[in-house]
């Protein structure tokens, strides 16, 4: 552990942490991404801790922001004692999500996302949010199995960021639906991503905080709630993202309107789209108080449309992501449980990889298996909490 002081400015009220606080002893305060709301949750933290740092293994790009800031005092020929004054910051935002492979880092994404979305209000508000924009836009086209496996499989699990994962998941959806199976043009499918990611802006934080409240939703989160698409459309246009058919679908993205694609006009094509894969993403996403449905549950809520009839829209979702999409769980009939990595020939027969044996015990390394081989077709889903294994998105991104 290589423990360095922290500048207490530095750090935004409201916002995710970007690393781990610690104590002076090594302790930890808290961890990353907790939000600190207050000046004086934060003095109670320095107070606990009497001087609060951070590890520097565990810091990234701060610390590198860090160390940067020593060496353009030494550069400038600053005394002693203004560079010794020196403490580490929180690191600017970074514009552009880090890639391996072209893979984002989805946990810096996560971040990221939650800090411009959480913050609708600051002046460089709009050139961050074209900026992941475009990201996603470039992930959903460029690896869309691996970013339709990163964002359900943190959505299954994220309870602390829980509104701007959301919003990735649901804008990733739609593009890859919108441009693989309904075939729209590139300008709709930028759009219905652009809609997507800004239907929530009014209460980000308002749903981060529902996703660990028990208790019922009291008048004014109520009230919040019901009126959060015309103010996120409001909040949008005043950060100059002023396309009319993007603000209309971001005001109507709640609306019920089953029907087919054809008799809707482009604003209601992408806010039917926005509306079933809303109902999509929520269900994978666990609550304080309920634990996340299996996803065919979930494919199984936006396939039926409010007359319980099969809905257009639902059906071009179940067939562009298959019945289990990446980032499922499910059963095959070898007994084994897996987790699906990627889309396969049909919507029922995508390449898995082995979590549990059929004795209920991980496997040493992870196995490959094809659902299209009888012998490991999928016999059904599997709820999370029926599987109680971690593993690294990092090592299933690496078989895909």
Not at 173 to 198: F, H, K, N, S, Y
């Amino acid at each position: 552990m290589n423990l360095i002081a922290l500048n207490i400015e530095s750090i935004q009220l409201g916002q995710p942490l970007p690393f781990a606080l610690r104590a002076s002893s090594g302790a930890l305060l808290a961890r990353k991404g907790y939000v600190i709301r207050s000046r004086e949750e934060l003095e109670s933290l320095i107070t606990r801790g009497v001087e609060l740092c951070i590890d520097t293994s565990e810091s990234g790009d701060s610390h590198r922001h860090y160390l940067s800031q020593l060496q353009g005092l030494l550069l400038s020929d600053k005394s002693l004692g203004h560079i010794a004054a020196v403490k580490l910051a929180v690191a600017a935002p970074i514009p552009r999500g880090g890639t391996l492979g072209g893979i984002p880092d989805w946990s810096e994404q996560q971040m990221r996302a939650t800090q411009l979305l959480r913050s609708p209000q600051s002046a460089d508000f709009s050139t961050r949010f074209w900026a992941l924009h475009e990201d996603l836009v470039q992930s959903s086209q460029q690896v869309p199995d691996a970013t339709l496996l990163s964002l359900v499989h943190i959505s299954a699990q994220e309870t602390q960021m829980y509104s701007a994962t959301h919003s990735m998941l649901v804008a990733c959806v739609c593009m890859i639906v919108a441009r693989g199976t309904l075939r729209w043009p590139d300008e709709q499918v930028r759009r219905v991503g652009c809609a997507a990611l800004g239907m929530n802006l009014s209460m980000t934080e308002l749903q981060d905080r529902l996703a660990l409240q028990i208790e019922p939703l009291d008048a004014a989160q109520i009230a919040a709630v019901e009126s959060h698409a015309l103010r996120s459309a409001d909040l949008l246009c005043g950060q100059g993202i002023d396309d009319p058919v993007v603000l209309d679908a971001v005001r109507q993205h709640h609306h019920r309107t089953p029907g087919t694609l054809a008799d809707k006009t482009e604003t209601q094509q992408i806010a039917r789209l926005l509306q079933r894969a809303d109902i999509f993403a929520a269900r994978l996403a666990p609550r304080a108080a309920r634990t996340p449905m299996p996803v065919t549950a979930a494919m199984q809520a936006c396939y039926y449309d409010e007359e319980q009839q099969v809905d257009q829209t639902g059906m071009a979702i179940v067939k562009a992501l298959g019945i289990y999409p990446p980032g499922a769980l499910v059963r095959l009939a070898s007994q084994e449980i897996a987790l699906v990595l990627k889309r396969g020939g049909s919507a029922t027969t995508p390449r898995v990889a082995v979590l549990l044996n059929r004795d209920g015990l991980p496997p040493g390394e992870m196995i490959p298996r094809d659902t299209a081989v009888a012998t490991w077709k999928i016999t059904g889903p599997v709820a999370q909490r029926d599987v109680r294994v971690n593993v690294s998105l990092e090592r299933l991104l690496a078989m895909i």
